[in-house]
């Protein structure tokens, strides 16, 4: 069963910096397209970035791009989110999911099949 561990979150001032990463098991890593997700309080799940089939694409979200990179480490079968800029709108608890591999990066969450618990990220005005 796959099983996805996210780190990383915490309280930030704005123009502040965090990583994220999140930690894969339970399954064979490059046959899995991964991506972040968020969800504020009130608002539905959203879409931040993913990664196609075997690192090919890489999508963002148009209020995260030239802000937030998202990266994969095969190795150590993990994927990060570098997140710099911050903003206090960026507040929310991250999520990290899997869904087996597409070319194309999938940006609606009910197909991704696998989650991570989240962490929150606040970021302080």
């Known amino acids: 069963q796959v099983q996805l561990v996210e780190s990383g979150g915490g309280l930030v001032q704005t123009g502040g910096s965090l990583r994220l990463s999140c930690a894969f098991s339970g399954g064979t890593f490059s046959t899995y397209s991964m991506a972040w997700f968020r969800q504020a309080p009130g608002k539905e799940r959203e879409f931040v970035a993913g990664i196609g089939w075997r690192g090919g694409t890489i999508n963002y979200a148009d209020s995260v791009k030239g802000r937030f990179t998202m990266s994969s480490d095969n190795a150590k079968n993990t994927v990060y989110l570098q997140m710099n800029s911050l903003k206090p709108e960026d507040t929310a608890v991250y999520y990290c999911?899997?869904?087996?591999?597409?070319?194309?990066?999938?940006?609606?969450?009910?197909?991704?099949?696998?989650w991570g618990q989240g962490t929150q990220v606040t970021v302080s005005s």
């Open positions: 999911a899997a869904r087996t591999s597409s070319l194309v990066v999938v940006t609606t969450f009910y197909d991704y099949k696998y």
